[in-house]
């Protein structure tokens, strides 16, 4: 049995009901956490309230580092424990779970060095004045992650409000939570003070609900799909509470013919199977210049059909999809794909150890897909590639544009000035020439435009947002 974390304890909901925990790889329930509801949001926020005046706002910048790189200590320390946890609650592949512990310490380790060097500035302003900014703390910062990657968004959200000042309330997914109260766990013995970490677990319409929406949250992080991003805008406009919104992507991998296919293809494939299509920055359209269309095709095709599926703990290249709903989302996908008369290139291979019981999708390439069409606008969330041909230059920017997402972008060419061009005109966060990196970069500032949401995290950069800005003007003659 599972239990909120808050003020350095285990706690037992308040309402003492609980939910399942499931295994991706067969189906079968595991485990229970707690249900949480109003009750035990508001316990949490009471603890961080009362860390952040006490104990938190007390630390010099140079103290909270040292606890950040603590715990980023302890996370190495456990990160087999950790990616055990993670394989089994969210189905991931032990290698691809080896790496978000690895990250989750990564961004301690990052935030650590970050939290001393964060200042305001002396503006110059009339005769007689000195002005200075300070940045601030928001105080309590409450943050809802998705269960795609729970470390690693835990790493970057939590990690970055920590350094700026903030303490947190965590709401996790109902879907993966376990690893994030092992972490919050291991801040307890790195010597974190009670309440600057808590976890409050449970559905999102109760818990995450409850987190948006209370008087004593000052800043909310979120991280989810774009349905659930509004209602979180909605809740905290009637406190005038700022939001950050890291939300989803269709993002565009364009191959120009000059590209260096040895090098890009490895990686295309790479970005739509990792974590079964289950990432927000997945490359789920590929965007392949015409005379190369044909040839690409029956390279991927090939490497897609080599692909193989199944159970977390034989670290094939492919895990489970995270519950049998999401499962149904792609066999929708996959379904309306055949009414539509879209080709199918190729598949891969659930292995036969796979039990019936999990939620297996093979990964599948879809070609001569339609711009207009479900499968090139909305998140599958799945392992399903779906590609398309450009004629030039300018239809390429006009096909990689024509979502209502902006989260990440691939551009493959080996001739500088086109890099360059693209890069400035396509809409999106991020931009990959010749790589692409789902998910990674710890330095690198991420976030979207339009649908993917505003703010960023990850790097210096989501320090600003986690901070308020103040003005001082002395006039002293
Ligand atoms: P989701 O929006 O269903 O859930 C995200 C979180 O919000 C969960 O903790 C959930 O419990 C909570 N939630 C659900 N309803 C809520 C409500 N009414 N009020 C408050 N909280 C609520 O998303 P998901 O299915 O867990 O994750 C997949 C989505 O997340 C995809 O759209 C994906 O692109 C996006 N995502 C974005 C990023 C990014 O950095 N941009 C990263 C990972 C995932």
Not at 62 to 68: K, Y
Not at 92 to 101: E, I, L, S, V, Y
Request: glycine residues 10%.
């Amino acid at each position: 049995m599972q239990f909120h974390y808050i003020g350095n304890a285990p706690v037992r909901s308040a309402s003492e009901r609980t939910l399942p925990v499931i295994d991706p790889s067969d189906g079968q329930p595991y485990d229970e956490i707690q249900r949480g509801d109003a009750a035990d949001i508001d316990a949490a926020v009471r603890a961080a309230r009362h860390c952040h005046e006490k104990v938190w706002s007390k630390l010099s910048a140079a103290e909270r580092g040292r606890l950040l790189m603590r715990l980023a200590h302890k996370i190495n320390e456990h990160a087999d424990e950790l990616a055990s946890i993670e394989q089994r609650d969210c189905g991931k592949p032990t290698r691809q779970a080896r790496a978000d512990a690895t990250a989750l310490a990564r961004y301690f380790e990052f935030y650590s060095g970050a939290c001393d060097k964060l200042h305001g500035e002396t503006l110059p302003y009339q005769e007689g004045y000195t002005v200075l900014t300070w940045r601030e703390p928001h105080g309590v910062t409450g943050h809802i992650i998705p269960w795609n990657y729970p470390m690693q968004i835990f790493g970057r959200s939590v990690g970055g409000a920590l350094a700026a000042g903030n303490v947190s309330v965590v709401k996790p997914s109902e879907d993966a939570c376990l690893s994030l109260i092992r972490v919050a766990e291991l801040a307890t013995e790195a010597g974190f003070p009670a309440g600057a970490i808590n976890i409050v677990t449970g559905y999102g319409h109760e818990v995450g609900d409850a987190l948006a929406r209370h008087p004593g949250v000052d800043h909310i992080s979120f991280t989810g799909s774009p349905r659930v991003g509004t209602l979180i805008q909605q809740a905290a406009a009637e406190r005038h509470c700022p939001v950050t919104l890291e939300l989803g992507g269709k993002s565009p991998q364009i191959v120009f013919a000059d590209a260096n296919l040895d090098e890009a293809l490895p990686v295309v494939i790479n970005a739509i199977v990792q974590n079964a299509g289950q990432t927000c920055s997945a490359g789920s359209r590929l965007l392949v210049e015409q005379s190369l269309y044909e040839p690409l095709l029956d390279r991927l095709g090939n490497a897609f059909a080599n692909l193989r599926v199944g159970p977390a703990a034989m670290d094939l290249d492919v895990g489970p999809l995270i519950r049998a709903s999401q499962q149904q989302r792609v066999w929708d996908f996959l379904s309306d794909a055949q009414v539509a008369n879209i080709p199918m290139v190729a598949q891969g291979q659930v292995v036969d150890e796979a039990p019936e019981t999990g939620f297996y999708q093979a990964p599948t390439l879809l070609r001569d897909v339609p711009v207009t069409h479900r499968l090139a606008q909305e998140e599958v969330f799945g392992p399903v590639l779906a590609a398309m041909s450009f004629k030039d230059e300018d239809h390429a920017v006009e096909l990689a544009n024509a979502t209502h997402f902006g989260l990440v972008a691939g551009i493959w060419t080996l001739d500088g000035s086109r890099m360059l061009r693209m890069a400035r005109r396509v809409k999106s966060g991020q931009v990959f020439i010749n790589n692409y990196g789902a998910g990674g970069g710890v330095e690198l500032p991420f976030g979207g435009v339009k649908s993917s949401g505003y703010g960023r995290e990850k790097g210096f950069e989501a320090l600003y947002g986690f901070t308020t800005l103040k003005t001082v003007a002395i006039r002293h003659g």
